[in-house]
Structure formats: C-alpha cells, structure tokens
C-alpha cells in the first residue's frame, strides 16, 4: 500500500538527467549538423526601465501599503530544463534554445553510467588476489 508508494518516490527523485557538454546538431546558420556547445539556460537581470516595472514602483510608492497581489498559489515543484546550444564553428557561434521535459535534478557532462560496473571492479579484485597468490 502506502510503504511501496513511498519507496517508489524515494527512488525517482534519485534519478537524475544527465546531458552531455557537446552535442552534434544541426545549425540553421551553417545550414549543416556542427558540434554544438550545450549550457543551461538562465534569466537575466530584470530592466528597471521596463513599462511595467515603472507603473508598479510608480503605484506602489507613497503611503496605502501593497498596491498589487503577491502570488503565493505556486503549483509546480520542478522547472523546464532549457537548454542553450552555441555553434563551435568559429565564423558561425549562432545560439539557440531548446526546451527538454521537467526533472527535479538535471546535471551536465556528469560521469557516464556503465552497465556491470560493481562486477567488472569484483573481477580486477579478484585477479589481483589470484596474481598475489601466485607469487
């Protein structure tokens, strides 16, 4: 029932999406597939200047307390990874978004997993035992 459920989140939340730093793709300004240098996206400062910041500091200074709601209702626990791809081609750099699917933990250029690593290192152990007994 309710143990099985809980262990099954427990498990997801340790997975993580692990995306390589290079990514061979196709650039809309060579107009070929290149190497591309892969970021993660971030948001940049906010203007001060923008329209609607002004209207709101403009609303909000003087007396009369906070003007405008503040949203406290937030719904979602993860973000869309974006990411951002820059051609390595010297005369090219042309720079380019691309949406992947939410995850809670995201990782770049993280060590590979491989497929029977606990038996292959069991292996080296045990050959390393045999060739001392040997001596």
């Known amino acids: 029932g309710q143990t099985s459920l809980r262990l099954r989140s427990t498990t997801a939340t340790l997975r993580t999406v692990n995306v390589p730093k290079t990514r061979r793709t196709f650039c809309k300004k060579c107009k070929k597939h290149q190497p ?71 990782e770049l250029g993280g060590d590979k997993k491989r497929k029977n690593a606990n038996a292959r290192c069991s292996w080296i152990g045990y050959v390393i035992i045999l060739s001392l007994f040997t001596l």
Do not use: W
């Open 36 to 106: 591309h240098k892969v970021t993660q996206y971030k948001k940049g400062k906010d203007s001060l200047y923008v329209q609607g910041k002004r209207r709101y500091d403009r609303k909000q200074s003087g007396y009369g307390g906070q003007s405008k709601p503040i949203f406290r209702k937030k719904a979602k626990t993860t973000k869309k990874i974006v990411l951002r791809l820059e051609c390595v081609e010297p005369n090219c750099r042309s720079k380019r978004m691309l949406a992947i699917k939410r995850c809670k933990h995201f």
